[in-house]
């Protein structure tokens, strides 16, 4: 198995199942009947029932000691990347050093993402033996996941007791926006080619000569002597010049709502996945044109200027994969001391580092400590920094500086690299439901603005609900500016219910087209 690594084990003592916790819930009852009424064949069967609790216990602490010398390696032998809603394939290996069997092993994968179907399987492992396992998650969203550990649960004799423990893995995962049919998406590019009948001083980009003969025409003073067709000119006794098709480059603007209300639906069938899969698309269509990117919610959160090469194409495309794991103070829900328990819960499970603090003070006694931390939820904040520090300082080496060129997350310093590192290493922080009645306005101000400086684009697509559109706010006059100055404004309609009549007479009255992605085959 190409790229395969062997990880440490990780777990606690042995625990009783919903059956073992039925049995010594009855057993205790038994034995206390018995000490009441004086039945001794009570008091008799009470005491077996806790011996056989006793015998399974010690047969799943046997196990679990033999479960420490599993080698457990995991792989993606097709790679890690694929298109959402394509499996992936990723096999696990194990092999059992020991000489005892395992049996009854259920294996899961922690991975983020929100991967279909459930990732659980069950087999039992000989002694000096290996199994081998094939998952197939499906990714429902685009975006950079990480398989963060496979759990391993071995249930003891009767099934009364179980043994659960968790190997630690770091394996990324790059799920791509889906491929969508070219036909309706360059029927929409077709019809906002590049301007050919305005003059003045917005100048059409020009990419050469080109390569397509288009005539042959007489000579007239001014023309290159590079386009004289010799040879032609010989034959007919006059100079005559070739004429190419001119070739003219599209700038466009791709504009994006990553507000609440695109997020809102079942994984994989919200407003933002299509509208993700149709910018990159769009920008995968359109390589050979200036293609730039503006991502907002209340305000911008990533522009890239028009340009064109495959170079900035990748950059488009990670920053739509990046969409799914936002970590901005402003634009997430979670307060620093929720965000410093995940962080340290994650740090305690893949990196083996205990951080926990178990009260202020630890002079007082258990009981005092346990109830100013009764959740044990407070960390060593020192120890946190540094952690996180170490690793960011090793990312920013391998390649994520697209993380790190963006606005900081966060105005404090300690919050800001714990959203870092929460983006980086793929825990989850949850989006804000909610925000100002005029997010949407605001922000689309904003994008629209960043679009119409010098140099900008000739046309404006927007993709977006338009579920928080004032038919009479600034955002529908932010539209009307831009097609006052002479831009071409399409807004793809992703959302799953027809705006309302006021807000299509509102677009329309702009001199804005609304094509909704049902006609684009999304």
Request: include cysteine; charged fraction near 25%; charge should be positive.
């Amino acid at each position: 198995m190409s790229g395969a690594r062997t990880f440490r084990m990780t777990g606690g003592p042995p625990g009783l199942t919903r059956t073992g916790q039925a049995m010594l819930g009855g057993a205790v009852t038994v034995l206390f009947v018995a000490a009441t009424t004086g039945h001794s064949a009570l008091a008799a069967a009470g005491a077996a029932q806790l011996g056989l609790l006793a015998a399974s216990w010690l047969a799943a602490r046997r196990t679990r000691d033999a479960a420490h010398h599993l080698d457990l390696s995991i792989d993606t032998p097709e790679g890690p990347t694929r298109a959402r809603g394509a499996p992936l394939v990723v096999d696990v290996r194990l092999r059992n050093r020991s000489a005892r069997l395992l049996p009854d092993l259920r294996l899961r994968l922690r991975v983020a993402g929100e991967p279909q179907p459930a990732l659980e399987a069950a087999l039992h492992v000989p002694p000096a033996a290996q199994a081998d396992l094939r998952f197939a998650p499906c990714f429902p969203r685009a975006g950079h996941w990480r398989v963060h550990g496979v759990e391993l649960t071995l249930l003891g004799p009767l099934g009364l007791t179980r043994v659960r423990a968790y190997v630690p893995v770091e394996h990324p995962v790059q799920v791509r926006p889906r491929a969508l049919p070219r036909g309706p998406l360059l029927a929409l590019l077709g019809r906002h080619g590049a301007t050919r009948d305005r003059a003045g001083r917005h100048l059409n980009r020009q990419a050469g000569t080109g390569f397509e003969l288009r005539e042959l025409r007489d000579y007239v003073p001014g023309d290159s002597l590079k386009t004289v067709a010799w040879k032609a000119t010989a034959r007919r006794g006059r100079p005559l010049v070739r004429a190419f098709e001119e070739e003219s480059v599209r700038r466009l603007q791709l504009l994006l709502d990553i507000g609440p209300t695109m997020r809102a639906g079942r994984a994989g069938a919200t407003p933002l996945d299509r509208a993700i899969d149709l910018c990159a698309r769009l920008a995968e269509l359109s390589a050979q044109d200036r293609v730039g990117l503006t991502t907002f919610d209340h305000r911008v959160y990533g522009h890239l200027k028009p340009m064109g090469g495959r170079a900035h194409l990748q950059r488009a495309l990670h920053h739509l994969m990046d969409l799914n794991r936002v970590v901005d103070d402003d634009l997430t829900e979670i307060a620093d001391a929720e965000l410093m328990a995940r962080v340290g819960a994650f740090l305690e499970a893949q990196e083996g580092v205990r951080l926990r603090r178990a009260g202020d003070d630890p002079m007082r006694p258990r009981v005092a400590r346990t109830l100013v931390d009764p959740l044990a939820e407070i960390y060593d904040v020192g120890g946190l920094y540094a952690q996180v520090t170490r690793y960011l300082s090793l990312e920013r080496d391998r390649g994520h500086a697209a993380l790190f060129a963006k606005g900081r997350p966060a105005r404090d310093t300690l919050s800001a690299r714990l959203r870092l590192f929460c983006a980086l290493r793929g825990i989850p922080i949850p989006y804000r439901l909610t925000g100002p009645a005029d997010a949407f306005d605001r922000g689309l101000i904003d994008a629209v603005g960043h679009s119409l400086g010098p140099g900008g684009p000739d046309h404006l697509l927007l993709f977006t609900d338009l579920r928080g559109l004032d038919p009479v706010g600034g955002g529908v006059r932010a539209l009307r500016l831009a097609t006052a100055r002479k831009r071409r404004v399409v807004v793809v309609d992703v959302g799953d219910r027809t705006p309302s009549s006021a807000v299509r007479d509102a677009l329309r009255a702009a001199h804005v087209e609304r094509v909704p992605a049902s006609a684009l085959g999304n």
